[in-house]
């Protein structure tokens, strides 16, 4: 082996050809003009969401749409290209599938294993069934310790349990240390993606915010000036804070350790610097082994952001000399939904956001037009398993072109879940009055093959008219902004019968 | 107790009865032959970090000379002398003010261009964290392949706390623009320092 030599090693560093680590874009993207920031859905009760307005509303700000689809496609050939320097990158994904499926058919099994390591390592382990009782156990474990002020990594699953809104009106003040999580929460937004929740905005967008809230200049739209002002803000923020709270991205239950993945370091600020240390983890997080974590740790940034890791890949396994750590497993419909014959391989979901940066709809329309914790793909499946009223018009908003599912580092079959959940909503009465009309018609045809070929041999053919109704209603939210392609001259079928059957002899 | 029991009895009750054996993960490799330490350098510049030139002197020395350029500086090597004292008392907050840390890290990753930073490493885990700048020493002979290799390190199960560090603090929240030192430090600089046990 060359270079066991510390003074020939520590020669001539190798220089990057591109940065391809943490989230930073391939390509230089830079916003061009000024422009509001359209918001989001609005939540009305348990109204159904109106996720097609609320992305006409982001369609209508060119710019905000631009940069959105733009940034995310370049995540999405990041990732690509990390899957094609891996030979053994389907191995990867049929194994992660494979522990998944093995972990959530024996979830009770590993949870206890789980909790038995964890306790045995000095970490105190509570049970939450709902968001209520989550916040309940958290809130009076910083009661018990006197906490003011608690400092926060990004989680899902706070955001899930409305974790932020809650301590406000219990009198603790939380501080997102995650930049973009920031931005969301000055902003008083939701996070508008699992990996990026800032996504959505530009960098005057943020600019506002922080002048509005941060105090900073608001004509100096700079990224490397608010980064760093956001930076200086929120530090003495994090030094006195008395307690920190983190999610996990896997639980090992072998060894009762919870791993944590960030780029900025920010969880392991929250984790380690105050005296009380709390992490919030939903049950299907758990792994088997040790030897399972690397695949998953291969997987996700790879999928995420197409670097090869996280800049910090955290593992907590018992409380740091001096301090305290407590971990909230929490249910909130997990279990419910393992028991979804359709849908329970969805807790296989590492959150990776994947399926969100190459969806079209999602690209199009922004992570808030669906009104929901969890946007894009992956939300379309778990939102009605939370509320199917409120979120039932949500598996309408997909293309079904599988893209999603190609992606998906533990081969959820995500585009099938969704035409999964428009059959239940079908049979429940789910169903708005105008999807209904477009099923039943789209469906007579469909199942129709005979008057199918009819319809779309007709000179005015399907491809230009039913899908044009089915497409570019307001329902479809795909459909804004796109065109279908030129239908072909002939059909399928009309070539096949001008060429092959008649070759075989036999009428089509 | 009871919404421990309640979550295990619904998970009991509604887990698909369905065979999904635990699958054998392999080892994945690298060619014998391959180049460990040129890997890691490869990975570790991909993920913004910096590996000073030493030219002929000795890396000890570069970095005592760049300590020096520094108000408040930090060590856990033994070899390296900085200015600000460190026990296993010392408040983690209180680190907040240091310069420039310097770690020996237990082992490093070819493949992700990662250093383990455990909390024996750290001492005070926030001095991966608070320092504005940190540096690490990494023996050559300490690095493994791959990931799958890495997680058959020891300290896996022995440690309550350890990092893979992949190059500094980074952040592109807004629009994609990478910047270095969101909340943890602004820079990583790596240099190969065999260790006496190594
Ligand atoms: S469903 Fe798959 S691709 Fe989407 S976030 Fe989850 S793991 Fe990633």
């Known amino acids: 082996m060359s270079g066991a030599q510390g003074s020939d090693l520590n020669r001539n560093p190798p220089h990057p050809g591109r940065l391809d680590h943490a989230e930073g874009a391939s390509i230089p993207l830079h916003s061009r003009v000024r422009e509001a920031q359209p918001r989001g859905a609005v939540i009305n009760g348990d109204q159904p969401i109106d996720q097609a307005g609320a992305a006409e509303r982001f369609i209508a700000a060119p710019e905000h749409e631009r ?25 990867l994904r049929r194994l992660a599938s494979e522990i998944k499926e093995h972990a959530l058919t024996h979830l009770d099994h590993y949870l206890e294993q789980f909790e038995t390591n964890a306790r045995a390592n000095g ?227 590492i959150r990776c956001g994947a399926c969100m940066n190459t969806c079209p709809v999602f690209r199009r329309s922004g992570g808030l037009s669906y009104g929901a914790t969890y946007a894009g793909p992956i939300g379309l499946i778990i939102d009605p398993t939370f509320n199917r009223h409120r979120y ?117 | 107790m009871s919404s421990r029991e309640d979550i295990l009895a619904r998970v009991r009750a509604h887990k698909p009865a369905l065979a999904r054996p635990l699958p054998q993960v392999p080892f994945f490799d690298p060619p014998p032959g391959t180049d460990l330490p040129a890997t890691f350098r490869e990975s570790f510049v991909r993920m913004g970090g910096t590996l000073p030139d030493c030219g002929q002197d000795d890396p000890l020395d570069v970095v005592r000379r760049i300590m020096s350029t520094a108000p408040v500086t930090c060590s856990r090597v033994p070899e390296i002398r900085g200015n600000r004292s ?50 690490v020493l990494l023996d050559p002979a300490r690095i493994v392949s791959n990931l799958h290799r890495a997680y058959q390190r020891p300290e896996w199960r022995s440690m309550h706390y350890a990092v893979l560090q992949s190059g500094p603090s980074a952040t592109a929240d807004i629009e994609g623009v990478l910047v270095h030192g969101a909340q943890g430090v602004r820079s990583l600089r790596l240099f190969f320092v065999p260790g006496h046990d190594g």
Not at chain 1, 395 to 406: I, Y
Not at chain 1, 425 to 431: D, G, P, R, V, Y
Not at chain 2, 86 to 112: K, N
């Open chain 1, 67 to 91: 940069m959105h689809d733009a940034r995310l496609w370049d995540l999405r050939q990041k990732r690509d290209r990390q899957m094609h320097g891996i030979a053994e990158w389907e191995d």
């Open chain 1, 123 to 349: 970490i105190h382990v509570h049970w939450a069934q709902d968001a209520d009782e989550h916040n309940a156990i958290i809130l009076s474990l910083l009661r018990d310790h006197g906490v003011k002020r608690l400092i926060k990594s990004k989680s899902m699953l706070t955001e899930e349990c409305g974790f932020r809104d809650f301590m406000a009106e219990s009198g603790v003040e939380v501080v997102e240390t995650d930049l973009g999580e920031r931005i969301q929460q000055l902003d008083d937004e939701a996070p508008s993606h699992v990996v990026v929740p800032a996504v959505h905005k530009l960098r005057s967008d943020v600019a506002e915010v922080f002048a509005r809230t941060l105090g900073t200049d608001p004509d100096d739209d700079d990224v490397h000036y608010l980064t760093e002002q956001q930076r200086e803000k929120t530090r003495p923020l994090i030094l006195d804070a008395q307690a920190g709270l983190t999610g996990a991205n896997f639980v090992v239950a072998e060894t009762g350790t919870f791993v944590v993945c960030t780029n900025e370091g920010n969880a392991d600020l929250s984790a380690n610097t105050p005296p009380l240390q709390i992490a919030s983890i939903g049950i299907e997080k758990v792994i088997p082994r040790l030897e399972d974590l690397p695949v998953f740790v291969r997987l996700l940034s790879r999928s995420a952001l197409g670097s090869p890791i996280t800049q910090y890949t955290s593992h907590f396994r018992g409380p740091r000399r001096g301090g305290e750590l407590h971990v909230v497993l929490v249910d909130n419909g997990r279990s419910e939904r393992l028991g979804m014959e359709q849908f329970w391989t969805s807790l296989k979901c």
């Open chain 1, 392 to 508: 039932s018009s949500l598996p309408f908003s997909s293309t079904l072109n599988g893209s999603c599912t190609n992606v998906c580092p533990v081969r959820i079959n995500i585009h099938e879940q969704i035409a999964g959940w428009r059959r239940v909503l079908a049979e429940t009465h789910e169903l708005p009055l105008m999807k209904k009309v477009i099923m039943r018609e789209a469906g007579h045809l469909l199942s129709h093959p005979a008057l199918y070929r009819t319809a779309i041999a007709t000179a005015d053919s399907a491809l230009k008219h039913l899908p044009r109704f089915m497409v570019y209603n307001r329902l479809n939210t795909w459909g804004h902004g796109r065109e279908v392609p030129a239908p072909p001259r002939e059909t399928f079928h009309q070539w096949y019968a001008a060429n092959r059957a008649t070759k075989k002899g036999k009428p089509a």
């Open chain 2, 86 to 135: 460190l026990s296993d008392d010392t408040p983690p907050a209180s680190l907040a003010d240091i310069d420039i840390g310097v770690v020996r890290a237990s082992f490093g990753v070819a493949e992700t261009g990662s250093v383990c930073l455990t909390e024996e490493d750290l001492l005070v885990n926030t001095l991966g964290y608070l320092p504005q700048h940190l540096i």
